[in-house]
């Protein structure tokens, strides 16, 4: 599949949608579709929507992206990870269908993904955009049941504009007519845009801190919307930005209808790996036993200011950074909120990654920042001199899902 890779990134719907009138449509015959879109916070949202939708006794398939581990995270039909055997049988009717045709890898995957959801009976479809959403490869879906859009900020510049606004645009590109929608909280010109563009599609809004509320009182989580008060559990997803997104999702289960039950489950039953994950079990863990070993693949200046909010919110412990990014990456955006809570930063380059930042450039940036850095080879090497100099310290591997997923995979217990 890789050869049929177009020479450059263009974002387009031309190909996935050929491809899919070639096998006859299947984004049409999919369960109603919630999709989501964002810099930060679709994949927290759409576990805590899954994990709340599934608490109803609702059927789910859900579609994300990047996988951390395995390729097969990507799909869940009807709840379950999707199987190597349906996987490969969908992917070469996906290669088969295409005919030889250019296509690029994500577009093709997310054709075998509708395939596979169309074919097994469920409730609902969450879909998360992949990149940005107007000519993301998800957004051929003409009349979901419910959008949603997390914060907005600056990312993949490249691909999406260069400022917040015409990010902002690209993903608005997902609102449809008539089609209600859920806004996270949003910088005013980031909002002004999704509003203009709902505001021409007449598609209702229910944007945070207009139309719903979300707070922390006394370890419990608030949220009020135009129906009411709901105090539910805190989100077991960890951070203060989860809270936001939990609201977000809350929002979506609300407009859907369903009621406090679903909504409690989605604050206790989501998981979401390698999002300030702690990691007390596999060999790197029990290779640094008094370690308070965490992994976080969040990788833009937003994501580093919900870790930076949540080391501030934890304990007071020597912390420590193992990191490494990807050379697409503003680096410095992602190193200066942490600045104020890590006492040395390990660099090193993510294995088998063409597009990896080198260590000493990340080193050099943590330096730039005011943090003390040095480089290691590998995430283990790093964790050992870690050790060796501070045996009880806070560690976060984190700067890359790349990374995250690399971690993830060599700490499977044997």
Known sequence: MMKLHPKVIDLVLDR??????????????????????????????????????????????????????????????????????YLTEILDECYAANGGESITYFEITTCAAFLAFARQKADYTLLEVGLGGRVDATNVIDAPALTVITPVSLDHQQFLGETLPEIAGEKAGIIKRGVP???????????????????????????????WHVS??????????????????????????????????IAGLRV?????????AAMTDATWPARMQRLKSGPLAQSAPNVELWLDGGHNASAAQAIADLLAALPERETHLICGMLNTKDVGGYMRPL?????????????????????????????????????????????????????HARVL??????????VLRSNVQS
């Open 181 to 211: 929608c859920i806004v996270g909280p949003q910088e005013d010109s980031a909002l002004e845009v999704i509003e203009a563009k709902a505001a021409r599609l007449g598609a209702p809004l229910h944007v945070f801190g207009q139309h």
């Open 16 to 85: 996935a949608e050929r491809l899919l009138a070639a096998l006859d449509h299947p984004e049409l015959k999919l369960p109603p579709v919630i999709h989501i879109a964002g810099t930060n916070g679709k994949g927290s949202t759409q576990a805590m929507m899954r994990a709340g939708l599934e608490g109803a006794g609702k059927a789910v398939h859900a579609y994300t992206s990047p996988h951390l581990a395995r390729f097969h995270e990507r799909i869940r039909v009807a709840g379950d990870l999707i199987s190597e055997e």
């Open 256 to 264: 859907l209808g369903f009621d406090e039950a679903a909504c409690a």
């Open 339 to 391: 600045a104020p809570h890590v006492t040395h930063l390990s660099a090193v380059s993510i294995p088998g990654e063409v597009n990896t930042l080198p260590s000493g450039v990340t080193a050099d940036a943590a330096r730039n920042v005011g943090i003390r850095a040095s480089e290691a080879e590998t995430v283990d090497q790093a964790l050992e001199a870690i050790i060796v100099n501070a045996p």
């Open 216 to 249: 922390v009182e006394r370890e419990r989580l608030i949220f009020q919307d135009e129906t009411g008060l709901l105090d539910l559990p805190m989100p077991a997803l960890l951070g203060a930005h989860q809270v936001q997104n939990a609201g977000a999702a």
């Open 397 to 406: 591997i984190c700067g890359s899902l790349y990374l995250a997923g690399h």
